[in-house]
C-alpha cells in the first residue's frame, strides 16, 4: 500500500457546488490545502465524541470568504484493498465521499492568499451513524466562494480512517511488533597503542542516536512499555559499550571522545527496558544476507564468518544486557527473499527468515493469512505484513503525516480481524530497520492504541514462529530472478567480498606469530564482521573506504615486526658469524617465526641453518648465522621471515657478503719461511758463538763449516716441515657492519 505521508494528503483541487444531488463537479486548479493533524479517540467507543483538528492554508492570489469547514462520512470500507484506494484518492467525489454532517461545521469568514489558520471539529459518534461494524473513510472539507464562483464550492479535502467496532471480537487476531535496535557502523579496526587498547571511532555521531531525543534513546524510551520483540544488532551494544570507557575519534590527532556517561546512561536504560520482553539477536554487524547470497558465494571463506557471527551475537547480548537471546532468527533487507538467500540465512542454525508479504505473496486470497509458512528444510518463513510494516515510512515529523498513518494502521489492523472473524490468525510486523525518533513515536502511538481498542493480541516473535500455518497460504519462495532490481543495485560487489578474504587471510598468518593474539584477532575479527553490515547499503563509498582502512591498518601492524637492513659484509675467514637483527616495534611478543637466510652463491658461500626466533614486544633481537666460505667472491645473501606453515612473513631483507678467504696453501708458505727465517739466525748465532772459542782455527776448517751449511740447509727444507706448529685457525668472526668497507680480521659484530 502506499501511504501518502510524505506530504500533506490532499489537497482538494475539484470545484464542486453543494447542490451535489445534481452530480454537477467543475475540476479547477485551486490549491487550498486542507491538512487533518489529528484525530481522538483514534478508535472511538459509542459515548465518545470525536475531535478532528488541522490546518487551512489558502495557496491561491485571491482571498476566500464565507467559507466553512465541514465533515463528511462515506460508506463502510469493504476490504483491505479498499482502504488503500481512499488514501490514494485526492479530488472531492460526492458519492464517495458522503455528505456533509450538519450542525458541526467550523465557519470561516476570510482566508487571505499565502495565510493558514486552524481549525477543530467536534462530531459525537452518534451523529456519525455508523450503521456496523467496519472502517469508514472521514473527510474535512474546505467549502466557500472566490471572486469567480457566485455559490459555495469545495475547494480542498483531506482524509483519514475511522475504524469502527462496538464490541471486542471473538477471536482476536494476534500481532508480533518487531522493535529494532540497529545503527550504522561506528567503530574502527584500531586501537590505541595501550595496554587497555582505547577504541577508536570512525566518527561519534551515535553520540546523537543515543542522548535524550536521540532516535534510539526513544526506541529505548517508548519499547519499554510496549508489546513488543526487540531485535538487536549486538554490534551496537558492543559499539555503545566501548563508548562507556575512555574512547577516541579517528583522525589525526583525534580528540577524546567525551561521551561516557550517555552511552553508560543508555545501557541502563536498555537493560531495564528489555527485562520482560523478548530480545531477538541478529548476527553480529547485521550481515547482508542477500549480498552474501548473490555474490559472497564467489568467494570461497565469505559465508564462514556468518556461524561465528551468530554465536558473538549471543554472547555480546548476555554479557551486556544479562539476557540470553534468541540467535534462531535472520533478517534480510527490506525481508525480500529468493532461494539463494534463504539458503544462506539458514546456513548457520537459524531457520527462521523473517521475510515479507510482497516477496511470498498471496494473490489468490481473500484474506491476510497466518505469517509463519514452512518452507522446507526444517525452515520457517516469518512472513511479515507489508502495509502494516511500511505504515511508518515517511516523514513522521509532519503531524498530518503522523496522523493518517496511526489511523491508517488501525484501520488495517482491524480489517484483517473483520475478513474472516472465525480463524484467528497471527500477524506479524517488521518496520524499517532504523526508524527515526518521529517514526518511533509514532509506532509507539498506533500500538498503545491498538492496545487499547482491543481488537488483537500482542505475542511474541517466538510464539508467532510456531502459530499453527495456513494451509492455502504461499509458501513457494521466489526464485533469484525475482528480487527485487532496486534491492541488488545497492549490494556488495564480488570484489568487496575478496577484499574481505584477503583482509581475514593476513590476519590469520600475523595472529599465529603474536604472544598475545586476543590483542588483534578481536578488534579485527569484529570489523571484518562489520564489513558485510547491511548498513552500507546506499553507502558503497563509505563501505569501500572501511575496508581499504582495515587492511591498511592490519598491513601497519604487521610491518612493525621487520629485519633491520644490513650493508656489505665482509669475511677474511673460512667461517665467520654473520647476525641479523629483527625489530619488534610492537606492545607485544612475537613467537614461532623462522629466520632464513638464502645464498645466491650456495658453493661460494654456505650461510647456515634457519633459526627460530622470539623477540618481546618493543624490542630487537640480533640472531647469529654461523657461515662457511669455501671460495673468494661476492655472494647475495636474502633473509627473511617465515610462519610455523612455511608462508613468507614481511618483505625480505638482501645484503651482499664479500669473500677474501686466506687459504691453507698460503698459511703453510707463509708459516715455513717464518721458520726458515729463525732456523737461520740460530745458525749464525751458533757460528759466532763457536768462532769466539776456538779461535783461528775454527776460522780455517772450510769443512766443518760446509758440513753444518748443509745440514742447515736439511733443516731449512726438512725439518720445519715435521715439527712446524699447527696452522692458527680461522678467526671466530669477520663480518663488516652496517656501514660501508670492510671489518678488520677477527672482528665480532653483534647487532
Known amino acids: 500500500m502506499t501511504l501518502l505521508t510524505g506530504v500533506p494528503l490532499l489537497i482538494g483541487t475539484l470545484q464542486v457546488p453543494h447542490a451535489a444531488a445534481a452530480g454537477a463537479a467543475a475540476p479547477g486548479p485551486h490549491a487550498v490545502s486542507v491538512t487533518i493533524n489529528a484525530m481522538s479517540p483514534v478508535a472511538p467507543g459509542k459515548g465518545d465524541t470525536v475531535t478532528v483538528s488541522g490546518t487551512l492554508t489558502n495557496d491561491t492570489r485571491n482571498a476566500i470568504t464565507d467559507a466553512h469547514v465541514g465533515l463528511h462520512r462515506g460508506t463502510a470500507l469493504s476490504d483491505r484493498s479498499s482502504i488503500e484506494a481512499v488514501t490514494k484518492r485526492t479530488g472531492y467525489l460526492p458519492g464517495a465521499d458522503g455528505k456533509e454532517i450538519g450542525n458541526h461545521t467550523e465557519k470561516v469568514d476570510r482566508l487571505d492568499p499565502g495565510t493558514s489558520r486552524t481549525f477543530t471539529l467536534n462530531v459525537p459518534v452518534k451523529d456519525l451513524d455508523l450503521s456496523g461494524d467496519g472502517v469508514y473513510p472521514l473527510g474535512v472539507t474546505l467549502s466557500g466562494r472566490t471572486p469567480s464562483s457566485s455559490y459555495d464550492q469545495v475547494l480542498g479535502i483531506d482524509r483519514t480512517l475511522l475504524p469502527w467496532q462496538g464490541s471486542a471480537p471473538a477471536k482476536k487476531t494476534q500481532l508480533t511488533y518487531l522493535w529494532p535496535l540497529i545503527s550504522s557502523t561506528h567503530l574502527a579496526a584500531e586501537t590505541g597503542a595501550d595496554t587497555q587498547q582505547t577504541p577508536v571511532f570512525r566518527d561519534d555521531k551515535l553520540a546523537a542516536e543515543i542522548a535524550p531525543g536521540g532516535r534510539l534513546q526513544k526506541m529505548v524510551e517508548l519499547g519499554k512499555n510496549l508489546p513488543v520483540t526487540f531485535v538487536i544488532d549486538p554490534d551496537l551494544l558492543a559499539t ?110 537459524a531457520h527462521n527468515v523473517i521475510t515479507r508479504g510482497d516477496s511470498l505473496r498471496d494473490n489468490n486470497l481473500p484474506y491476510t493469512p497466518t505469517a509463519a509458512r514452512p518452507i522446507g528444510g526444517g525452515n520457517t518463513a516469518i512472513v511479515t505484513d507489508t502495509r502494516l510494516s511500511q505504515a511508518f515510512e515517511g516523514d513522521m515529523s509532519k503531524s498530518g503525516n503522523a496522523s493518517l498513518a496511526i489511523q491508517e494502521f488501525l484501520a488495517e ?244 657478503v664479500n669473500v677474501t678467504e686466506i687459504t691453507a696453501t698460503v698459511m703453510l708458505v707463509i708459516a715455513g719461511g717464518v721458520l726458515l727465517l729463525v732456523l737461520a739466525g740460530v745458525r749464525i748465532y751458533l757460528q759466532r758463538k763457536r768462532a769466539a772459542t776456538e779461535g783461528t782455527g775454527d776460522e780455517e776448517n772450510g769443512e766443518d763449516s760446509g758440513g753444518s751449511t748443509a745440514e742447515g740447509k736439511d733443516d731449512d727444507n726438512g725439518g720445519p716441515g715435521e715439527d712446524s706448529p699447527e696452522q692458527p685457525s680461522d678467526p671466530t668472526s669477520d663480518t663488516g657492519s652496517d656501514k660501508s668497507g670492510p671489518s678488520g680480521s677477527g672482528e665480532k659484530v653483534d647487532r
Open 240 to 349: 555503545v559499550e566501548a563508548m562507556t570507557k575512555p574512547y577516541r575519534v579517528h583522525g589525526p590527532d583525534g580528540p577524546a571522545g567525551r561521551n561516557q556517561a550517555v552511552a553508560k546512561q543508555w545501557l541502563n536504560d536498555l537493560e531495564n527496558a528489555v527485562t520482560g520482553h523478548e530480545v531477538v539477536a541478529l548476527p553480529f554487524g547485521d550481515p547482508d544476507l542477500a549480498s552474501l547470497a548473490h555474490h559472497g558465494k564467489s568467494v570461497p571463506s565469505a559465508l564462514s564468518h556468518l556461524g561465528p557471527a551468530t554465536e558473538l551475537a549471543s554472547k555480546t547480548v548476555d554479557t551486556i544486557l544479562g539476557v540470553k537471546p534468541r540467535t534462531d532468527f535472520t533478517w534480510p533487507v527490506n525481508g525480500a527473499v529468493d532461494s539463494s538467500i534463504v539458503d544462506v540465512a539458514t546456513s548457520a542454525g
Open 413 to 656: 489492523a482491524q480489517m484483517i480481524g473483520l475478513e474472516n472473524p472465525e480463524q484467528q490468525r497471527s500477524v506479524v510486523v517488521a518496520p524499517q530497520r532504523m526508524p527515526s525518533a518521529a517514526q518511533a513515536q509514532a509506532m509507539a502511538g498506533a500500538l498503545r492504541n491498538l492496545e487499547q481498542a482491543g481488537w488483537t493480541q500482542p505475542t511474541k516473535l517466538g510464539d508467532a514462529a510456531k502459530a499453527k500455518p495456513d494451509p492455502d497460504a504461499n509458501r513457494q519462495i521466489p526464485s533469484r530472478a525475482s528480487y527485487p532490481s532496486s534491492l541488488r543495485s545497492q549490494e556488495l560487489p564480488v570484489d568487496a567480498f575478496r577484499q574481505i578474504e584477503d583482509t581475514q587471510t593476513a590476519l590469520d598468518d600475523f595472529q599465529v606469530v603474536l604472544a598475545q593474539p586476543e590483542r588483534v584477532v578481536t578488534p579485527f575479527g569484529n570489523a571484518i564482521m562489520r564489513a558485510t553490515s547491511t548498513s552500507w547499503r546506499g553507502d558503497p563509498e563509505g563501505a569501500a573506504a572501511f575496508r581499504t582502512s582495515v587492511r591498511d591498518y592490519l598491513d601497519g601492524l604487521t610491518k612493525k615486526v621487520h629485519l633491520i637492513r644490513k650493508s656489505e659484509a665482509t669475511l677474511s675467514g673460512r667461517s665467520a658469524t654473520i647476525p641479523v637483527t629483527v625489530q619488534n616495534n610492537l606492545l607485544q611478543g612475537v613467537q614461532g617465526l623462522t629466520l632464513r637466510l638464502t645464498s645466491s652463491q650456495p658453493n661460494r658461500l654456505d650461510v647456515g641453518k634457519s633459526q627460530q626466533i622470539k623477540v618481546d614486544g618493543g624490542h630487537s633481537q640480533s640472531f647469529k648465522f654461523e657461515t662457511t666460505a669455501n671460495a673468494n667472491g661476492l655472494a647475495w645473501v636474502t633473509a627473511r621471515l617465515y610462519t610455523a606453515d612455511g608462508k613468507p612473513y614481511g618483505a625480505p631483507m638482501t645484503f651482499r
